[in-house]
């Protein structure tokens, strides 16, 4: 049972273009929501967060969008460079009794950035 | 500020023999947290402990998994005996106990059981 679910799987943008990454959770009780960028033979590293409460945060090319009533959440990278090849991970905090802290996270998008 | 740390980067063993997998939180975090990915899926929670004591093992998947971390500072996996389908990346990650919100991941551990 997968309670965090991203798509697409792989996404292929040429340079300067916008990559959109989808992620949709199920359950209420989550209340922090991070992304995650990871490169290869690396950890994955935070790159961006929301709280349920906020419907959008910006942090340069990155852009997290937050839908509450549809359980959506989404990660825009505007003018995507080579650099930013890589897979990224939506994760979910989960806010309940003992479990408090674990992250839910969804399958993974593999970016490939064209020159 | 060293990052979390994890040792070995790459094992492979056969099926039965067993594997101690290490981690090394960021100084000072209390807590630490083990997750697993499976070739190709999610990145799955498998325990959580602040400081040494476990407060959460709910994703361990059975009782072949042993986790511990010793004076609350570096933990270790031990898998014993391996099966095939523990194949994957181990992750370790650590927070500070104020700030657990922002996990910071190790490199991993790959295990490749054959």
């Known amino acids: 049972q997968q309670q965090v679910k991203q798509s697409p799987q792989s996404l292929i943008v040429q340079k300067g273009g916008i990559s959109i990454i989808n992620c949709a959770y199920e359950n209420t009780a989550f209340d922090y929501f991070p992304w995650y960028q990871q490169f290869p033979g690396k950890g994955p590293a935070l790159l961006i967060a929301?709280?349920?409460?906020?419907s959008e945060k910006k942090e340069g090319r990155f852009t997290i969008s937050f839908n509450k009533s549809a359980k959506q959440f989404s990660l825009h990278i505007m003018d995507s460079q080579p650099g930013d090849s890589a897979t990224y991970f939506c994760?979910?905090?989960?806010?309940?009794?003992?479990?408090?802290?674990?992250?839910?996270f969804g399958q993974g998008t593999i970016l490939t950035v064209h020159p | 500020e060293a990052g979390v740390t994890q040792f070995p980067s790459h094992s492979v063993i056969e099926k039965g023999q067993t594997v101690t997998l290490r981690c090394d939180p960021i100084s000072g975090h209390d807590n630490l947290y083990w997750y697993r990915r499976v070739m190709g899926k999610e990145i799955k929670f498998l325990l959580h402990?602040?400081?040494?004591?476990?407060?959460?093992e709910s994703g361990m998947p059975n009782n072949r998994f042993l986790a511990e971390r010793t004076g609350g500072t570096y933990s270790t996996l031990k898998v014993q005996p391996a099966e095939l389908e523990d194949s994957g990346v181990y992750f370790c990650?650590?927070?500070?106990?104020?700030?657990?919100?922002?996990?910071?991941f190790g490199p991993g551990t790959r295990l490749t059981v054959t």
């Open positions: 990650a650590s927070s500070p106990m104020t700030v657990n919100y922002e996990q910071y």
């Open positions: 402990f602040v400081k040494e004591s476990k407060q959460d």
């Open positions: 929301i709280r349920p409460d906020v």
């Open positions: 994760a979910a905090r989960f806010a309940g009794g003992t479990s408090y802290g674990k992250l839910t």
